[in-house]
């Protein structure tokens, strides 16, 4: 992951998806700028200034992002939202020890980029099921209102902690979601 294009991964190819989101950002002065995202069918989520520019950083999703929070779940980190966006149409992506925070339009296109990006890690959207023979990956319940964290209940026999954690809370429908690396193998 880099926001350099001298390491830019360049086997890139066949698009998922892509549009204009705000991401937070800057070297000096900080602040929410207009960027045009693409997701690859190789997993790699980059950002350019426009459609055709170079590009300006890029994170794999499913062997770099460690960690995907989104809405309330960033209340105590995330920047301050762009004038007449909302904390819940945000998410912020941790990878290589850097965290790039990401505005969307609205929720309807916060749940669309989610679930590509879920699939993109290698996992099943919230929601959804698992394709037949599939396993689908332990889901951890998420604790009740007023619950801290730590009083899970233990995993049960089987469960790897490497593989994954996610979550569905009903906030006004903002969906939590962390996920843990993916050991490589």
């Known amino acids: 992951m880099s ?3 001298s390491d830019y991964v360049s086997n890139m190819s066949g698009e998922v998806k892509k549009g204009f989101l705000r991401r937070y950002g800057g070297w000096l002065f900080k602040s929410w700028k207009k960027k045009f995202f693409v997701l690859y069918r190789d997993n790699q989520l980059a950002w350019f200034d426009g459609p055709g520019d170079s590009v300006d950083g890029h994170i794999n999703i499913r062997t770099e ?3 995907l929070k989104v809405g309330v779940q960033m209340k105590n980190e995330a ?3 762009d004038q007449g966006s909302r904390l819940q149409h945000m998410f912020s992506l941790t990878g290589m020890g850097k ?3 990401i505005q969307t339009v609205d929720e309807q296109d916060l749940v669309s980029w989610l679930s590509v990006l879920y699939q993109a890690k ?6 959804q099921q698992p394709p037949n023979g599939h396993q689908a990956p332990y889901q951890q319940p998420v604790p009740a209102l007023g619950m ?4 899970h209940q233990p995993p049960p026999p089987g ?3 490497g593989v994954t954690y996610q979550g569905k809370i009903s906030l006004r ?3 939590i979601l962390i996920i843990y690396q993916q050991p490589l193998h």
């Open 3 to 5: 926001c350099s294009t």
């Open 65 to 67: 992002c460690t960690m």
């Open 79 to 81: 920047p301050t939202p």
């Open 99 to 101: 965290t790039y925070y």
């Open 122 to 127: 290698g996992l099943v959207p919230p929601g």
């Open 148 to 151: 801290t964290p730590g009083m």
């Open 159 to 161: 469960f790897h902690p």
């Open 173 to 175: 429908t903002c969906i």
